[in-house]
């Protein structure tokens, strides 16, 4: 697994790109689709990824 390097921004819009691209692979394919959830997954990570940023932000205001 690579590590990602992105600005909030950045992360944000991937999120924005995987989540489409999630539910279009799901409506063609099928919600239980290999590819499906292997586009989920790695939404999941981005999103993990992108609250662990915003919640370190938090911590040093």
């Known amino acids: 697994m690579t590590s990602i390097k992105l600005c909030p921004f950045e992360i944000k819009n991937q999120i924005e790109i995987l989540r489409e691209e999630m539910v279009m692979i799901g409506l063609s394919e099928g919600l ?27 911590e040093m205001t």
Request: glycine share 0%.
């Open 32 to 58: 239980d689709s290999e590819q499906t959830i292997k586009v989920s997954q790695e939404l999941d990570r981005y999103i993990a990824i992108y609250i662990s940023m915003n919640h370190d932000l938090n």
